[in-house]
């Protein structure tokens, strides 16, 4: 939709949208490892009487090239991962040694650390290990669910490598130590040579998120016990999991089609991973009512993101999704709202999503908006109406407010939308200009909760 929104009707939103530091009770978790530059050593590593399959190049290709871009336009810039490919090393023992399941709940925890320590003894002849932040391995072998290593990727550190897992508070960053006597407790990752881009940005971002009082501050978006419950782990089987999120976060669906790139992140996410600023963020108190305009999420400029806070250790995250770079896969464009209970453990659905249309399925969707077949309006608990206003270019303009004159705002925002649409449609003149010019008066008045005025406004004027 093409709309009239000149200077002036911008002062008015930045007017009504106070910017609030920081996000209510207590500091929010943060990525210890997720802003600058990023070094990491890539380890490629064989088995016995196994073929390879992909060359060196290859696996340059999609572990160093694609996943440093997917980050790089992610974070809008602020994250850099340089990466150094060493391989192929040869490890001593036969592959069936350090198969694991495909299943995180039955992964042999004995087995992930005679990985990591053999891959490190063989590399380490080669490599100052501290000198890098984190460690990817990439075993050479074909795999799927059950077949080759037996699961695609996981976070070794922190992750498998710690026996009581990554709940209740046991998150730690175990220490490796080599046979020559190098120490290494970075992040790492293991992922297979097949396996998606997303499968190494996926579980990259636990290594990056690392550990902040025993717990990851980038975890698991998906339902990590459906998954171990769910049957042969195809791309068909995803959505029996992914029940929180779908694919509106790369933390919960590693990747869509295998061909295509991977999802991106949520505000949820950008925010542990340090990526959005606080003047980024305006928080709106349940009893308020503000409008604010929303720049796309995966562009990282202007306000991203709206926060309602709720009882005890819950809000509410409002995003703008649109296609871009930086959010390459977005089911359908539009407002998501996200609702966040800190309290709940990593794979219990701490971030959870307001379906706008929840009859259909994976979340395809779940974004509110004013495009064709769209819900403009959402009442959430705590007295709290969201309006979606009209949109601008990728630009949202959002209104919260109280149930009580929700649908007053919206029948006039409904007009706004319906004359802006035929003065876009039909040829420039003098008549339109002076038009558009009455509509950018109209939005401003709304935008202010002058809805009578607005209305009148609406009924008196002879649109074209």
């Not at 669910?145 to 998150?171: C, I």
């Not at 509410?316 to 649109?322: I, P």
């Not at 004159?405 to 003149?429: F, M, N, W, Y």
């Amino acid at each position: 939709m093409k709309l009239v929104l000149i200077d002036v009707m911008l002062f008015l939103v930045s007017a009504f949208a106070t910017i609030r530091n920081g996000y209510g009770a207590g500091q929010p978790l943060r990525a210890q490892h997720a802003l600058g530059v990023q070094r990491i050593l890539v380890l490629a590593v064989s088995f016995p009487k196994v073929e390879l399959e992909m060359s060196l190049s290859q696996v340059r290709e999609k572990v160093i090239e694609k996943t440093a871009n997917y980050y790089f336009e992610a974070s809008y810039g602020k994250t850099t991962l340089l990466g150094e490919l060493k391989g192929w090393y040869s490890l001593p023992r036969p592959l069936e040694d350090y198969q694991v399941s495909p299943y995180n709940i039955g992964v042999d925890r004995n087995k992930v650390w005679r990985l990591v320590e053999d891959t490190l003894n063989a590399a380490e002849k080669d490599v100052v290990l501290n000198r890098y932040d984190h460690i990817i391995i990439v075993v050479g072998v074909r795999t799927g669910p059950g077949v080759g290593y037996g699961m695609m990727t996981y976070s070794a550190n922190p992750g498998m490598l710690t026996f009581e897992g990554m709940r209740h508070g046991k998150a730690c960053m175990q220490k490796i130590r080599t046979r020559g006597g190098q120490h290494f407790n970075g992040g790492i990752i293991v992922v297979a040579q097949n396996c998606h881009v997303g499968h190494i940005v996926h579980d990259l971002a636990h290594a990056l998120g690392g550990v902040v009082k025993g717990k990851r501050p980038v975890p698991d978006l998906y339902d990590t016990v459906l998954q171990g419950k769910v049957g042969p782990l195809s791309r068909e089987a995803y959505p029996k999991f992914t029940v929180f999120m779908g694919p509106w976060d790369v933390m919960s669906c590693h990747y869509i089609k295998y061909w295509e790139p991977p999802p991106g992140m949520s505000s949820f996410t950008r925010l542990r991973m340090g990526w959005i600023a606080d003047e980024q963020v305006v928080e709106v108190t349940p009893g308020e009512t503000r409008a604010v305009t929303l720049g796309p999420l995966g562009g990282g400029k202007g306000i991203l993101v709206i926060k309602i806070p709720g009882r005890r250790n819950t809000y509410y995250l409002l995003e703008n999704r649109q296609k871009l770079p930086g959010d390459p896969m977005p089911p359908t464009n539009g407002l998501l709202l996200l609702h966040v209970d800190e309290s709940k453990e990593d794979g219990d659905g701490i971030v959870q999503i307001v379906d706008a249309n929840p009859k259909v399925p994976d979340f395809a969707e779940a974004a509110f908006g004013v495009s064709l077949g769209q819900t403009p309006s959402v009442s959430l608990p705590r007295d709290v109406a969201v309006e979606v206003l009209w949109q601008r270019g990728k630009d949202i303009t959002v209104l919260v407010t109280k149930p009580s004159i929700a649908p007053e705002v919206q029948a006039v925002a409904k007009r706004i939308r319906e004359i802006d649409h035929r003065l876009g449609i039909i040829p420039d003149s003098s008549t339109t200009g002076e038009a558009r010019a009455e509509l950018t008066n109209v939005m401003g008045l709304l935008l202010q909760l002058k809805i009578n005025e607005a209305r009148s406004k609406l009924d008196n004027i002879e649109w074209p």
